[in-house]
């Protein structure tokens, strides 16, 4: 799939804009994960390095040399080769990737230990992704090392080693429209996917049997994997936050708790819905249904810029505490609970977090110390929910089993909010009669 190559040289000029004199950022793609034997994971890029070069193929390293009057972008990647590409698949080659993807200067990743020591020679600073690659991380050493060696003699070898991760995490967390756009289509197929497990379900079908449904819709659209482990829990198990064995039989009278998004051109949506396995919520079911869904609205109406960006978790706190002293599943002053953190029996996580290249994505939270505040080009994920343990003893067994997260994408506009995730049942009259026209 074609990247925007000129989309992504501008991140690539304004990384480098920030980086101080004399430096030189390097990083490498991610490597391939065995899953069993010889048998590898479907492979997926290093998302940092997707977003600096919009190349999917693994064994490669780029380099950004800011100033370089020969060029500041270096990109090592792999030969052509046909015997190779015969059983594992295309190549771009040093050649087309330099034309490609806009890349000032290409070679072959096997001349890397001749040509980058020379390129780091002579820098002040490295900067890498530290700590996250650690085959990668002594890679860099050893090619300093050939310089230190070099410098008794004539080399300059760097003194100071940074992170990248704070300059290029802060670029990735403001998305372009063109990125906006590839987020909300992910929200798109993936909402195919929610419809099309929840109009498939009735008791005694299987989770795993929901999840096909979800795969199905997304790999139809044009999604080629999820971008997280699809969450199809029934009963007890949505009890269970990131439960993925998606393997009991959905009973009747069960709530079903789908948290499931595609990865859409690298780009992830995130969303969840909860709905009963007949079609018909029982009153309790019903009531903290409203509740997580007025919790959850409440939480998106709080996001727009200049927010602080814990204002919706702190919104959905409130009016999930109030809730649960009128269902009488919290007792005393909502106050006092909030204070002493009741709640966290029954909502144990927080309402949100970034979303982008990655489902939890990159970007700080807090500026010295402080929340930060919402600005335009942001987008997080809203996703209050309440799970009520099957063996909390505290309240009346009627309750016990429920578990119930409601879960959207939104982007921060520059006059408030829009949630990119839309077009599936969401009330519980909508989910009830979506649920009752789809039955065969
Ligand atoms: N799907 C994981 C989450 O909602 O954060
Ligand atoms: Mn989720
Ligand atoms: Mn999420």
Request: net charge neutral; glycine share 8%.
């Amino acid at each position: 799939m074609r990247g925007n190559y000129r989309e992504i040289r501008q991140r690539r000029k304004k990384l480098m804009a920030q980086m101080g004199p004399n430096s030189i950022a390097l990083l490498s793609s991610a490597p391939q994960r065995v899953r069993s034997n010889d048998t590898e994971h479907l492979y997926r890029q290093n998302s940092d390095f997707y977003y600096l070069t919009g190349f999917t193929e693994d064994n490669a390293v780029l380099a950004l040399i800011p100033g370089r009057k020969q060029g500041e972008t270096v990109l090592f990647c792999q030969q052509k080769d046909k015997q190779k590409e015969l059983w594992t698949g295309r190549l771009m080659g040093p050649d087309a990737a330099k034309e490609e993807l806009e890349i000032d200067e290409a070679h072959a990743v096997s001349a890397i230990d001749e040509i980058l020591p020379d390129l780091i020679d002579g820098r002040d600073r490295v900067y890498s992704l530290m700590g996250k690659d650690t085959e990668f991380d002594k890679k860099v050493m050893d090619w300093v090392k050939v310089i230190r060696n070099k410098a008794r003699l004539a080399g300059h070898a760097p003194g100071e080693f940074l992170v990248l991760d704070q300059l290029l995490h802060e670029l990735r967390l403001f998305k372009s429209a063109g990125e906006i756009r590839l987020i909300e289509q992910a929200g798109k197929i993936s909402a195919e996917g929610h419809k099309r497990a929840m109009s498939t379900c009735k008791p005694g079908i299987k989770e795993y049997e929901l999840e096909a449904e979800l795969l199905h819709a997304f790999t139809r659209n044009g999604s080629r994997a999820p971008a997280y482990n699809s969450i199809v829990a029934a009963g007890d198990n949505a009890c269970i936050l990131h439960y993925t064995e998606n393997s009991a039989t959905v009973e009747d009278g069960d709530l079903v708790l789908i948290d499931a998004g595609c990865e859409y051109q690298h780009y992830a949506s995130d969303i969840t819905r909860t709905f009963p396995a007949n079609g018909k919520f029982n009153p309790q079911q019903k009531a903290i249904y409203g509740l997580v869904l007025k919790a959850q609205m409440k939480a998106i109406e709080a996001v727009a810029p200049g927010v602080p960006c814990d204002k919706p978790h702190n919104v959905s706190v409130k009016i999930i505490t109030q809730g649960l002293v009128k269902l009488g599943l919290l007792k005393g002053r909502p106050a006092q609970l909030i204070k002493a953190e009741a709640y966290r029996d029954f909502y144990m996580h927080k309402a949100g977090h970034w979303i982008g290249i990655d489902v939890h994505d990159v970007g700080d939270y807090k500026i010295k110390d402080k929340w930060r505040l919402f600005e335009p080009g942001m987008i997080t994920t809203i996703e209050p929910g309440i799970y009520i343990a099957p063996g909390n003893r505290k309240v009346l067994k009627k309750w016990r089993g429920i578990g119930i997260r409601i879960e959207d994408d939104v982007l921060v506009t520059k006059t408030g909010y829009k949630i990119l995730s839309t077009g599936i049942p969401k009330t519980a009259n909508e989910i009830e009669n979506f649920m009752s026209e789809s039955v065969s």
